[in-house]
């Protein structure tokens, strides 16, 4: 397992629905989300990606960890839908507490609803 790299900065935006670290001023990695309906409502990261030319730095989990404790932050649940975010929950208990099974399935509803978000 990669070490977390400690040069990256995770960025929220917010408008664009991606968390987005950074690594030298250039765009490294995103978690693309949403947020469930009604607010304040839970966020749904439903796809990963690191660039090539940054990948086994550690930056996905910096992403993940950075997404968990964002939500903590504004007191809402993950419900991870994006495989990796799913994995690396999995690998990180204590930090990514497990939503239930309402939420999980509100999200799919939502985004089977909403395919754009992806």
């Not at 960025?11 to 990695?29: C, I, N, P, S």
């Not at 993940?64 to 990180?92: I, K, S």
């Amino acid at each position: 397992m990669a070490a977390e790299n400690v040069s990256v900065e995770i960025r929220d935006d917010r408008e664009h629905h991606k968390l987005v670290a950074y690594e030298d001023g250039a765009a490294a990695g995103t978690i693309a989300y949403f947020v469930m309906d009604p607010a304040p409502g839970a966020l749904v990261p439903v796809h990963t990606v690191v660039g090539p030319e940054y990948e086994g730095r550690g930056i996905a989990g910096a992403l993940a960890r950075e997404f968990y404790a964002m939500a903590g932050r504004e007191g809402v649940p993950v419900v991870p839908l994006c495989p990796y975010v799913v994995r690396w929950a999995q690998r990180h208990p204590e930090q990514a507490p497990e939503p239930s099974d309402e939420l999980v399935e509100g999200a799919r509803r939502q985004l089977a609803s909403h395919p754009e978000l992806l």
